[in-house]
């Protein structure tokens, strides 16, 4: 949340001549409503399963730059059709995040007090996103242009 991943990802389509593509989009456009509603109406796990079959009918119809959300890894399912993937982790840090996402949020998952909402949920998926990443970059105090050029450094 805050690392810059749907900017980054249309930076690098656009390098490399593709198209980028955000599962968060995808469910929304599926379910016809922004997820912070489908969060209040149906609940988490609705959304969860949502976001599940975006992930797997996106790595099956596209072929450029896919962002997925910040909570997608949470799911094994998710985690599994990843493999082989090249999977880059954008790295916040805690101060970095809440100054991009701000304190007065609309995001359902940070309902409450945003600073220790985001540290909570850096502490649980920082491990998770390093195990499935192939590799890692540092978000904080970069622009998304010096991030993807760091990637494109990287990937040619």
Do not use: C, Q
């Not at 001549?17 to 997820?35: C, L, S």
């Not at 996106?58 to 896919?66: I, P, R």
């Not at 909570?71 to 916040?92: C, K, N, Q, S």
């Not at 904080?140 to 450094?153: M, Q």
């Amino acid at each position: 949340m805050g690392s810059g991943k749907t900017t980054v990802a249309g930076l690098l389509a656009d390098a490399w001549g593709t198209t980028a593509r955000d599962t968060d989009a995808d469910v929304e456009a599926t379910d016809g409503r922004p997820i912070s509603e489908i969060f209040v109406d149906e609940g988490e796990d609705y959304f969860r399963a949502l976001e599940s079959a975006a992930v797997a009918t996106a790595l099956a119809e596209h072929d450029g730059v896919l962002s997925l959300g910040g909570g997608a890894v949470l799911d094994a399912a998710t985690r599994e059709r990843l493999a082989g993937h090249r999977v880059i982790f954008l790295r916040v840090g805690l101060a970095e995040a809440v100054k991009r996402v701000g304190l007065g949020t609309s995001r359902p998952l940070l309902l409450g007090n945003v600073r220790s909402r985001i540290k909570a949920l850096l502490d649980e998926r920082t491990p998770i996103y390093e195990a499935v990443a192939t590799e890692s970059v540092e978000t904080d105090g970069r622009t998304p242009e010096e991030v993807a050029a760091e990637i494109l450094g990287r990937v040619a």
